[in-house]
């Protein structure tokens, strides 16, 4: 099951109503393909919905359960497995439709492009991970990357060039000499 953008975004203005309704503030921080789609709008469909939960994680939990019942999605279409990949320095932008008024409702932060570039690429799977290539290539494009050190370059304002992995070294080097498929 694939989550279009539109329906990422409807879930969204669901948990917004429900938690003014409840006058409830919630912060959801969004990573990987849904922040790729919702952001910068360069794929249609994610399979589920990376995010970091800040404030009352319980009451959160208990939407994602509802939002999932209400659509037949499984239960972690929206999970916080992305936190192994988070970075001390990462740059934030509140979402313009999501920013809780009166401090009730949701509050969405989407990671920069250069940010977002480096998560995909520390997550780089290249065997079947045909999606993150993609990613990693179109998000290169808007970044205006035009090799390989320019991409650990970026990739190091985020992350320790002793901590990349050789994998993700080796992927960027085939990336962006034009090599991969």
């Known amino acids: 099951m ?8 409807d879930a969204l203005g669901t948990f917004d ?9 919630i912060d959801l921080a969004i990573y990987g393909g849904a ?7 360069l794929r249609q469909a994610t399979r589920d919905v990376d995010a970091v939960i800040r404030g009352n994680a ?13 659509n037949a999605w499984p239960e972690d279409w929206l999970n916080d497995a992305v936190k192994g990949y988070l970075s ?3 740059t934030l932008l509140l979402m313009e439709q999501f920013k809780a008024q009166n401090g009730t409702g949701l509050r969405v932060f989407l990671p920069s492009a250069e940010y977002v570039f480096d998560m995909k690429c520390m997550a780089m799977r290249l065997d079947g991970g045909a999606q993150d290539v993609q990613d990693i290539r179109a998000l290169g494009h808007i970044l205006k990357i035009s090799d ?17 992995p050789a994998k993700v070294a080796f992927g960027l080097e085939e990336i962006f000499s034009g090599n991969a498929e």
């Open 58 to 70: 319980a009451y959160v939990r208990k939407l994602i359960s509802q939002v999932a019942a209400e």
């Open 88 to 90: 001390a320095g990462e």
């Open 2 to 9: 694939l989550l279009t953008k539109s329906a990422i975004l």
């Open 35 to 41: 922040a790729v789609s919702i952001a910068f709008d």
């Open 17 to 25: 109503r429900r938690a003014k309704s409840d006058g409830m503030l």
């Open 148 to 164: 390989y050190g320019h991409a650990l370059e970026i990739l190091a304002a985020f992350y320790p060039l002793a901590k990349i």
